[in-house]
């Protein structure tokens, strides 16, 4: 079992930049290396949609098109963090945004569907506003 905590989200402008982070926690030393993570956001009204996603070592990755060239998925060294770097944010990015995290021994790829998750962080809410 592994609780996962977003942080990083805010108001930002549009054009502007945050960086969201995806940190395990529940047992002493836990860490997300064992786990395909992904990044998921659901605005109000609407379904939640895969954003971005990386395997246990992240030697698979994945965006959503809406995203390409704009967000960066990465892990620290330890992978005790998942990020998400957010560039050139525009209003429809608007939405709360969760991480998600699969136990797996598969490691050539990720998944950009909810259902594929069995844990989930609380979200963070991100707001792209002038």
């Known amino acids: 079992q592994v609780h996962l905590v977003e942080s990083g989200g805010g108001l930002v402008q549009p054009g502007g930049s945050l960086r969201l982070a995806c940190e395990a926690s529940g047992v002493f030393g836990v860490t997300l290396d064992s786990y395909s993570v992904g990044w998921f956001r659901q605005a109000p009204g609407k379904e939640r949609e895969g954003v971005s996603c990386s395997s246990r070592s992240d030697y698979a990755k994945d965006n959503a098109d809406s995203v390409k060239g704009r967000f960066v998925i990465s892990s620290d060294d330890a992978k005790g963090k998942v990020l998400l770097q957010m560039n050139r944010l525009e209003p429809d990015d608007t939405s709360v945004y969760y991480c998600?995290?699969?136990?797996?021994?598969?490691?050539?790829?990720?998944?950009?569907?909810?259902?594929?998750?069995?844990?989930w962080g609380q979200g963070t809410q991100v707001t792209v506003s002038a």
């Open positions: 998600a995290a699969l136990l797996t021994i598969v490691d050539d790829e990720c998944y950009m569907l909810a259902d594929s998750y069995n844990f």
